[in-house]
């Protein structure tokens, strides 16, 4: 008898019509949401407070090309309906983060714009982030829940990625009481890369963003001599799909558009290059090599060996400072000066490099020129210390 009706049941489900897949069309633009309860009103408020922070912090590059280009960005993938609203930040932070809170206002850490590859990559994480806007991710979270204390979904990519010392600054972890779930997570994901479908990016630059977050990831464990572990699913209390699993879906779901488009490579080097030296300085204090010399190569391959890298790469062996690191250094200080980039930082660090490699002399010839440069450097006391006052 169980059999029976077993077999009933299946054929029912077999003859059952299937669902209608999810439309990929946009949803029609709504203007930004405006608060109605007191939890609302309050959640406006503290974000109205956080904009403000934005506004007068120290980090805030107020760059107007930069920022004119970030907005372009923005507005040629969601429309500009949708991006008129928007109020962009761009902070001088060197770490891995985007966050957009419910009254319009987006920041943009600087740490992420060195980490992109092209105005596509760009795209996808700027759709992202407007998707949690548009879809409300903020509200609801709230409503949920009245307070947090973790980073959001871009920040959990790197872990450890950096220790950026934010802690005399109020916007430290700003971004960070707009957190997600796993579900908005993958909701902003898919609606994001609706956005990029019908933008003139192709959609798979989604997919890339993590893959390249993923192998910095590796160098850096690389570096540190340490093992790191990829699970690709995430478990039962993970707040937040895993990287892998990011990676995966959302180049399943760009193959299945098939869209095509111009990454846009070479224009968004050129559009960040004239920041390029300070995100490339920020990026090698943080005493990563693994991580860095990633960047660096991946960069690189793009623009090609460029000055700017050129020198970046020669600090970061200087930097780790062991003897065969110095002859690097060297080197590369040397490359970076053939190539007609004889900076004051170029003839600083070649001198020092070469007075630390034992050639004092040759080391003072190049601290001098630095010195002549800069008579009123903060460090020329010190410099002057390695430079001979007569013959040696």
Request: aromatic share 10%; with cysteine.
């Amino acid at each position: 008898m169980w059999l029976k009706r077993f077999s009933v049941v299946l054929a029912a489900l077999v003859a059952a019509p299937t669902v209608a897949a999810e439309p990929e069309t946009l949803p029609p633009y709504v203007p930004a949401y405006e608060p109605t309860t007191v939890d609302e009103r309050g959640l406006w408020s503290q974000a109205d407070e956080l904009e403000l922070l934005y506004k007068r912090s120290e980090h805030l590059i107020d760059d107007e090309e930069l920022n004119a280009f970030v907005r372009r960005i923005l507005c040629s993938t969601v429309g500009n309906d949708r991006c008129d609203g928007v109020r962009i930040y761009i902070l001088n932070i060197p770490a891995f983060n985007a966050s957009m809170m419910p009254n319009g206002a987006m920041a943009i850490w600087s740490g992420l714009l060195l980490r992109l590859r092209s105005e596509a990559n760009l795209a996808s994480v700027l759709a992202h982030e407007f998707a949690h806007f548009e879809l409300r991710h903020s509200l609801q979270g709230f409503k949920n829940r009245r307070s947090t204390s973790d980073l959001l979904a871009w920040t959990v990519v790197l872990g450890n990625a950096a220790v950026v010392d934010t802690r005399n600054s109020q916007i430290s972890l700003v971004g960070s009481i707009f957190r997600f779930n796993r579900d908005m997570e993958r909701q902003g994901d898919l609606l994001a890369l609706k956005y990029l479908r019908q933008s003139p990016y192709p959609s798979r630059a989604s997919s890339q963003v993590w893959q390249y977050l993923m192998e910095e990831a590796d160098a850096r464990a690389a570096g540190r001599k340490i093992r790191r572990k990829d699970r690709y699913r995430a478990g039962f209390f993970d707040t937040h799909p895993t990287s892998l699993d990011r990676a995966d879906y959302l180049l399943e779901k760009s193959m299945e558009y098939g869209d095509i488009g111009n990454a846009e490579q070479s224009a968004y080097f050129e559009a960040i290059r004239p920041w390029l030296p300070k995100l490339l300085a920020d990026q090698v204090r943080l005493n990563d090599f693994g991580g860095t010399e990633y960047l660096l190569g991946n960069i690189a391959g793009v623009t090609g060996w460029i000055p700017e890298l050129v020198l970046a790469r020669a600090e970061l062996f200087a930097s780790r400072g062991k003897p065969r690191d110095l002859i690097t250094a060297t080197t590369l200080y040397l490359d970076a000066i053939d190539k007609g980039h004889e900076t004051s930082e170029v003839l600083r660090g070649l001198g020092l490099s070469l007075v630390k490699s034992g050639r004092r002399k040759e080391g003072a010839e190049y601290l001098e020129r630095y010195l002549a440069q800069n008579p009123d450097a903060p460090d020329a006391a010190i410099i002057r210390m390695y430079v001979p006052n007569g013959d040696e």
